[in-house]
C-alpha cells in the first residue's frame, strides 16, 4: 500500500474523513501524540488498526470525539457530577475518561471490557476530522507498538509507512505525551495514565485525585492493572537505560563515571542548562527550556533518535515528578523498566 503523506488542507480532510467513513485507517494530529483513527463503530476497521500496530488483542482503544452531543449513546448511565466538572475544566484537551459502555461501543475497541475510554481532542485537524468522517474515531498512538509514541507526522511515516493510506501533516504535538487516562466509573477520579492534564488540576477541578499506584512503578507479579496498557512495557529502547535522581551535580558526577566506563556507544539525556556538566560527553538535551512542559513535548523525539542511532548505553537525569513531570517520569521510567537509581 502507497502511503500519501498530505499537510492539513479542507481537501485532505474531506479525504481523510471518506476513508474513515469507508472502513480505512488514517494518522492523525492530535494535541498530544499523532493518533491512528478507524471508525470507532466499526469492528472490522478497529481490527485493522490492531494489525497495523501489531498490538495486543487485550489493550483497548480510546475513542474520540468533537462534541458532547456524540457521548451519550457511546457510554452507559448518566455523566456524574465528578465527571461532568472535569468536563468543563479540561475538554476539548490532553484528557481520556473512563465510563461503562454502551452496546455501540464494539468488542475490538474495548478490547472485551465493560467500559470505554472517550476523549475531546483540541487540535483544530482533529475535531475537523472527527466531523468530517462523522463518526466517533478510535485511536491509539500512531506508532508500531513497541515504539515511543509519534510526536510528527515523520514518526508516523518511519513507523506506518506502506500500512496505511494516508498521514496528515499538522506539525509537531504540542503537549508530546498521550492523555491523562482517569477512570470516573467510581467516586474518586482515579488516575490510570497520568499526562497533560496533572493531578493537581484534577483535584482543583473535582475537590479530590487518587493516582494509581502502577503509574510509578512495575506491576507486581499476579497484579491485574486496571489499565490494560499499564502491563506492556511500550516502549523499551534498543540500548539500556538507567535513571539517576537526586542533585543536579551529584547525579551529573555519577553519570559522568558511568558513561566514561561504558563499554559501548553511550549518550546521556539532560535537562537544558545542564549540559555544560557533562564536558565534551554525548548529550541529547531533553528539550529547549527547563520546564516539565518542554521536556514532555521533546521526549519520545529524543527517545528516537537514540534508537536511530543505535546507542547502546543511555543515561538519564531525573525529572521532577510533579505537574507534568508526572507524565515524563511515567515514560521514562517505562522506558527504563523503572530502573532509577538515587544518588
Ligand atoms: O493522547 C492520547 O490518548 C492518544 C491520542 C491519539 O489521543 N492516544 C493514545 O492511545 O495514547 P493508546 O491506545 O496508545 O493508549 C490508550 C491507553 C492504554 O494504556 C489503554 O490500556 C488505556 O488507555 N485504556 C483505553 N481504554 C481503557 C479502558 N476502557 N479502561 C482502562 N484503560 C483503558
Ligand atoms: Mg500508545
Not at 22 to 34: D, I, K, N, Q, R
Not at 92 to 107: H, Q
Not at 255 to 272: E, F, H, K, V
Request: proline share 10%; with cysteine.
Amino acid at each position: 500500500m502507497n502511503t500519501k503523506l498530505l499537510p492539513v488542507s479542507p481537501e485532505a480532510i474531506a479525504e481523510a474523513g471518506r476513508i474513515i467513513r469507508a472502513g480505512g485507517l488514517v494518522g492523525f494530529p492530535t494535541e498530544t501524540v499523532y493518533g491512528l483513527g478507524a471508525n470507532a463503530l466499526n469492528g472490522g476497521a478497529v481490527r485493522l488498526i490492531f494489525e497495523a500496530k501489531g498490538r495486543p488483542g487485550d489493550n483497548p482503544l480510546i475513542t474520540h470525539v468533537a462534541s458532547e452531543a456524540e457521548i451519550p449513546p457511546l457510554i452507559r448511565g448518566d455523566i456524574s457530577p465528578m465527571a461532568r466538572a472535569l468536563m468543563d475544566a479540561f475538554w476539548p484537551g490532553p484528557m481520556t475518561l473512563i465510563f461503562p459502555k454502551s452496546g455501540a461501543i464494539p468488542p475490538e475497541v474495548s478490547a472485551g471490557l465493560d467500559t470505554v475510554g472517550i476523549r475531546m481532542p483540541s487540535h483544530p485537524a482533529a475535531q475537523a476530522l472527527i466531523r468530517a468522517a462523522g463518526v466517533p474515531i478510535a485511536a491509539p498512538s500512531a506508532n508500531r507498538s513497541g515504539r515511543p509514541s509519534p510526536t510528527t507526522a515523520q514518526h508516523v511515516m518511519d513507523d506506518m509507512n506502506g500500512r496505511i493510506p494516508l498521514i496528515l501533516d499538522g506539525g509537531p504535538c504540542a503537549v508530546g505525551v498521550e492523555s491523562t487516562v482517569i477512570d470516573v466509573t467510581g467516586p474518586v477520579p482515579r488516575v490510570l495514565r497520568p499526562g497533560g492534564v496533572t493531578p493537581e488540576m484534577i483535584a482543583a477541578a473535582a475537590g479530590a485525585v487518587e493516582v494509581d499506584g502502577a503509574v510509578m512503578r512495575p506491576l507486581q507479579e499476579g497484579e491485574k492493572p486496571r489499565s490494560p496498557g499499564m502491563k506492556y512495557r511500550h516502549y523499551a529502547p534498543v540500548g539500556s537505560l538507567v535513571i539517576f535522581e537526586g542533585r543536579a551535580e551529584a547525579v551529573a558526577s555519577e553519570i559522568c563515571a558511568r558513561y566514561d566506563a561504558a563499554p559501548g556507544s553511550a549518550a546521556i539525556l539532560a535537562l537544558p542548562g545542564h549540559e555544560p556538566l557533562y564536558g565534551a560527553r554525548r548529550v541529547f538535551p531533553l528539550g529547549g527550556a527547563d520546564s516539565a512542559e518542554s521536556v514532555a513535548a521533546a521526549l519520545f523525539a529524543v527517545l528516537r533518535r537514540l534508537d536511530d542511532e543505535r546507542v547502546q548505553f543511555i543515561f538519564s537525569e531525573a525529572v521532577d515528578a510533579e505537574g507534568v513531570g508526572l507524565a515524563v517520569m511515567n515514560r521514562l521510567g517505562r522506558a527504563a523498566a523503572f530502573h532509577i537509581e538515587k544518588v
